[in-house]
């Protein structure tokens, strides 16, 4: 699908984009070769696309995957991919909120690829709540906002690192990532985005009883990000505790958050929960 194709389509169906749901569709043609590349499908695959639009991923999606479940929001958008697809055999469209979807805690994600577009306002909490479900998808790719996907791919010590860049690298491995201009969207949008793909950790970091525990140790920890670490974790954990465990990690007792890494919150995870029996 061209740019004048998604021009022709929404002026004679008399569709007025809403900014509200982050409605910026990619038209360029060599981004979305690229970006259902790093999908690396199959007929065997399933996949779950959330927000298509108009359909120009979707277009690639069915003649490369065996299964794929387009999630659209807006009806207007709905009525156009049913008309579109009528004849694949392999697409099924649902009319939801996609957050709603993810949270629907009778699916199983496990097989699944992410491969998706993703409306810019909803990105960070879809790919948080995918990532924190245990029967999480083996692989997302993802397009958002080049901010975003910085803070998905920070290190320690990095402006972007925090909270997000925690809770999906636990579960997930940053494997590549490419640029797209915003050029390469209508209407352009006024920010450049990035397509991001993570795979799954398939030898945990953590057990998965203790991923709660974890999320609850970074976000606490990242609350007020100039602060002493343990002041902020001292409202869930006795000083003495944090103390102890700072001191078995070999940080000082005034280390912030923002210097801790992804391996060091998980050592401080493990540590808290051996020490707090019963309250994991």
């Keep these: 699908m061209k740019l004048s194709d998604m021009r022709e389509l929404l002026e004679a169906r008399d569709i007025q984009l809403t900014k509200s749901l982050g409605q910026n569709f990619l038209h360029d043609q060599n981004q979305l070769k690229r970006i259902t590349a790093a999908a690396d499908l199959s007929p065997k695959d399933s996949v779950l696309e959330i927000g298509p639009g108009l359909g120009p991923l979707t277009d690639l999606l069915v003649e490369k995957a065996g299964h794929v479940l387009g999630v659209e929001k807006d009806a207007r958008l709905m009525e156009v991919l049913r008309g579109r697809f009528a004849k694949k055999q392999n697409l099924e469209l649902l009319h939801a909120d996609a957050m709603n979807v993810v949270r629907d805690p009778t699916r199983d994600w496990h097989d699944w690829k992410l491969v998706a577009n993703l409306p810019y306002s909803v990105a960070s909490p879809i790919l948080v709540e995918l990532a924190q479900t245990p029967r999480r998808p083996e692989r997302m790719v993802a397009t958002l906002q080049l901010e975003v996907a910085k803070r998905l791919l920070a290190k320690v010590d990095d402006d972007d690192y925090g909270v997000l860049t925690l809770l999906l690298q636990l579960r997930y491995a940053p494997k590549e990532w490419f640029k797209i201009p915003r050029g390469c969207f ?20 953590l057990a998965e009883e203790l991923h709660a525990m974890f999320d609850r140790v970074v976000k606490l920890a990242f609350s007020q990000r100039r602060k002493v670490m343990t002041k902020l974790l001292k409202q869930n954990w006795p000083v003495e505790r944090l103390s102890a465990a700072l001191n078995t990690l070999k940080l000082r007792p005034d280390v912030r958050g923002e210097k801790l890494s992804l391996e060091q919150f998980v050592a401080l995870t493990k540590i808290l929960a051996t020490k707090n029996q019963g309250l994991v």
Excluded: G, I, K, Q
């Design 186 to 205: 209508f209407p352009e949008p006024e920010v450049d985005s990035a397509c991001v793909v993570l795979l799954r950790r398939e030898t945990p970091l």
